[in-house]
């Protein structure tokens, strides 16, 4: 479902440009001008083949800085803006971005050029710390086994070698369920590693800002913890009272920023799951900007 169609002309933002594939879509249709934006460097070097189409900027950094970027190319308020969240098939398909439990590659998993490595996670930091963020951002209930076991394997030279500790870590009888058993930790620190949360945050607070009235917002996400953070920001920008509980009438007069297009989240269709297995765990939430 394409949660822009109504949107004829103006200014649409593709925070995660990615390999450009919800871009060229957009520029598919006339009245669009799209303000591209991607930290990694590859990606910026996939924006290069639309260079020559002068409805589209490309440009390098993080959607948590949304605000300084839009202002750096000139742009004050927005039509519509995407955010397809998470890390892209190419990141996840090259060993030496260090992303994946499946192929051994360097413990890096930085989507841009950040100074935080996995590395200096998985091989410095103290346990309490390396079993708070495999517990918080993986929800990963042997949290405490696993940083126990990266502890009194240190120095871990790269992501075959900690899948495996991570997978010895597990009780037997648990590695089953879920998936690879190091799926959760890896998706850890590659949030710890790039901030993503906060930047979600950042990123989502200032979009919600720029939208002009009738512009929409749409976040697709991959796991709970954002899909969590989406829907919690779009419904205290719906709200229409924040009185204190008991107050026998309104008197905020709160005025909501956004009305919620998606009731709940939307999943996947069969066939998009067939095209692209990894499109299973995704989840779509749409908001439009009130008239001001
Ligand atoms: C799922 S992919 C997007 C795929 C894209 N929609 C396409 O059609 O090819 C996510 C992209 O967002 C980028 N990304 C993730 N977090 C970001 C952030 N905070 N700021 C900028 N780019 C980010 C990643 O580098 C990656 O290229």
Same mark, same amino acid.
Request: contains cysteine; glycine residues 8%; proline residues 5%.
């Given at each position: 479902?394409?949660?822009?169609?109504?949107?004829?002309?103006?200014?649409?933002?593709d925070?995660?440009?990615?390999?450009?594939?919800? #871009?060229?879509?957009?520029?598919?249709?006339?009245?669009?001008?799209v303000?591209?934006?991607?930290?990694?460097?590859?990606?910026?070097?996939?924006?290069?083949?639309?260079? !020559?189409?002068?409805?589209?900027?490309?440009?390098?950094? !993080?959607?948590?800085?949304?605000d300084?970027?839009?202002?750096?190319?000139?742009?004050?308020?927005?039509?519509? /803006?995407?955010?397809?969240?998470?890390?892209?098939?190419?990141?996840?398909?090259?060993?030496?971005?260090?992303?994946?439990?499946?192929?051994?590659?360097?413990?890096?998993? =930085?989507?841009?050029?950040?100074?935080?490595?996995?590395?200096?996670?998985?091989?410095?930091?103290?346990?309490?710390?390396?079993?708070?963020?495999?517990s918080?951002?993986?929800?990963?209930?042997?949290?405490?086994? $696993? *940083?126990?076991?990266?502890?009194?394997? =240190?120095?871990i030279?790269?992501?075959? &070698?900690?899948?495996? $500790?991570?997978?010895?870590?597990? @009780?037997?009888?648990? =590695?089953?369920?879920?998936?690879? @058993? *190091?799926?959760?930790?890896?998706?850890?620190?590659?949030?710890?590693?790039?901030?993503?949360?906060?930047?979600?945050?950042?990123?989502?607070?200032?979009?919600?800002? =720029?939208?002009?009235?009738?512009?929409?917002?749409?976040?697709? !996400?991959?796991? !709970?913890?954002?899909?969590?953070? /989406?829907?919690?920001?779009?419904?205290? *920008?719906?709200?229409?009272?924040?009185? @204190?509980?008991?107050?026998? $009438? %309104?008197?905020c007069? #709160?005025?909501?920023? /956004?009305?919620?297009?998606?009731?709940? &989240?939307?999943?996947?269709?069969?066939?998009? /799951?067939?095209?692209? @297995?990894?499109?299973?765990?995704?989840?779509?939430? %749409? %908001?439009?900007?009130?008239? *001001?």
């Open positions: 479902m394409n949660m822009f169609s109504d949107i004829k002309s103006g200014v649409i933002v925070a995660t440009f990615g390999g450009g594939g919800h #871009t060229r879509r957009m520029l598919d249709r006339n009245g669009l001008t303000v591209a934006i991607d930290r990694d460097a590859d990606a910026a070097a996939n924006a290069a083949e639309l260079a !020559s189409d002068e409805r589209f900027v490309f440009v390098r950094g !993080s959607f948590g800085n949304l300084q970027l839009l202002d750096a190319e000139g742009v004050q308020s927005i039509d519509g /803006v995407l955010f397809d969240l998470g890390v892209s098939s190419h990141q996840l398909d090259q060993p030496m971005r260090g992303f994946s439990y499946r192929h051994p590659g360097p413990l890096d998993m =930085r989507m841009g050029d950040g100074p935080l490595t996995a590395s200096e996670i998985v091989n410095e930091w103290a346990e309490s710390d390396l079993a708070s963020v495999i918080r951002y993986g929800e990963e209930r042997f949290a405490r086994r $696993i *940083a126990r076991a990266i502890l009194a394997a =240190r120095p030279a790269d992501t075959a &070698a900690l899948a495996a $500790i991570v997978r010895e870590a597990i @009780p037997a009888a648990t =590695r089953q369920t879920g998936g690879h @058993p *190091a799926r959760r930790t890896f998706q850890a620190l590659r949030i710890a590693v790039n901030d993503e949360l906060g930047e979600l945050e950042r990123g989502l607070d200032a979009a919600l800002d =720029r939208l002009s009235p009738g512009g929409r917002c749409v976040v697709i !996400s991959y796991h !709970s913890l954002e899909d969590r953070i /989406v829907k919690q920001k779009f419904v205290a *920008a719906a709200r229409t009272c924040v009185c @204190p509980p008991g107050l026998p $009438i %309104c008197v007069e #709160t005025v909501p920023q /956004v009305t919620i297009v998606t009731k709940k &989240a939307l999943g996947p269709s069969e066939a998009e /799951v067939i095209r692209n @297995p990894r499109a299973r765990s995704a989840k779509l939430r %749409c %908001c439009e900007k009130v008239a *001001a």
